[in-house]
């Protein structure tokens, strides 16, 4: 069973920086596509970044220029630095990890940044 632990989150004024980690369990890591997406409150949740399995990496328009995905094959582990953020960045930031024959969601981790 695929396991997706996200962590990093926390509260951060504008202008700083955060870096999410999502750890994943499992052989799927570099299988697939792995993807961060945010939810704000009231919103949908929405897509901010993700990396194929040939290392192909997009952004959101509304985070190119800020943030960057990375990953690590050894540590099975994903990572999303986050920098110059704005109050608009708040929300929960899920790690989702999906290919052929499957798809799998992390919990979230909180991001809030104060204005």
């Known amino acids: 069973q695929v396991q997706l632990v996200e962590s990093g989150g926390g509260l951060v004024q504008a202008g700083g920086s955060l870096r999410l980690s999502c750890a994943v369990s499992?052989?799927?890591?570099?299988?697939?596509?792995m993807a961060w997406y945010r939810q704000a409150p009231g919103k949908e949740r929405g897509f901010v970044a993700h990396?194929?399995?040939?290392?192909?990496?997009s952004y959101a328009a509304s985070v190119e220029g800020r943030f960057t995905l990375s990953r690590d094959n050894a540590r099975n582990t994903m990572y999303l630095q986050m920098n110059s953020l704005k109050p608009e960045d708040t929300g929960v930031y899920y790690c989702r990890s999906y290919g052929s024959g499957y798809e799998a969601w992390g919990q979230g981790t909180q991001v809030t940044v104060s204005s």
């Open positions: 990396i194929t399995r040939d290392d192909s990496i």
């Open positions: 499992g052989s799927i890591f570099s299988a697939g596509v």
